[in-house]
């Protein structure tokens, strides 16, 4: 299992609205192809962009972008991110 769990934060939540991404905390070692295989799959939506970071707690943070206008939000709705 790549990812770990949904990031969910004031600037998630705007990301989540402006751009339709999402940002994840995702396995050390996983690469930006296998973060995408796995949110496509596990959320049943087409994924435009996947950029990652690690912070500075030593975490590796991606940022999802979607194809579909308004997917993002759909799904932080449908994991009780957004109401």
Same mark, same amino acid.
Do not use: C, W, Y
């Given at each position: 299992?790549?990812?770990?769990?949904?990031?969910?934060?004031?600037?998630?939540?705007?990301?989540?609205?402006?751009?339709?991404?999402?940002?994840?905390?995702?396995?050390?070692?996983?690469?930006?192809? #296998?973060?995408? &295989? !796995?949110?496509?799959? /596990?959320?049943? %939506?087409?994924?435009?962009?996947?950029?990652?970071?690690?912070?500075?707690?030593?975490?590796?943070?991606?940022?999802? #972008?979607?194809? &579909? !206008?308004?997917?993002? /939000?759909?799904? %932080?709705?449908?994991?009780?991110?957004?109401?």
């Amino acid at each position: 299992m790549v990812i770990k769990h949904l990031v969910a934060s004031e600037k998630a939540a705007t990301m989540i609205e402006a751009e339709n991404k999402l940002q994840f905390i995702v396995d050390i070692n996983a690469n930006k192809t #296998q973060i995408k &295989e !796995e949110v496509e799959q /596990r959320f049943g %939506a087409r994924v435009r962009n996947v950029r990652t970071m690690v912070t500075p707690k030593g975490e590796k943070k991606a940022i999802v #972008q979607f194809e &579909e !206008e308004g997917k993002a /939000r759909e799904i %932080a709705t449908t994991l009780g991110i957004l109401s």
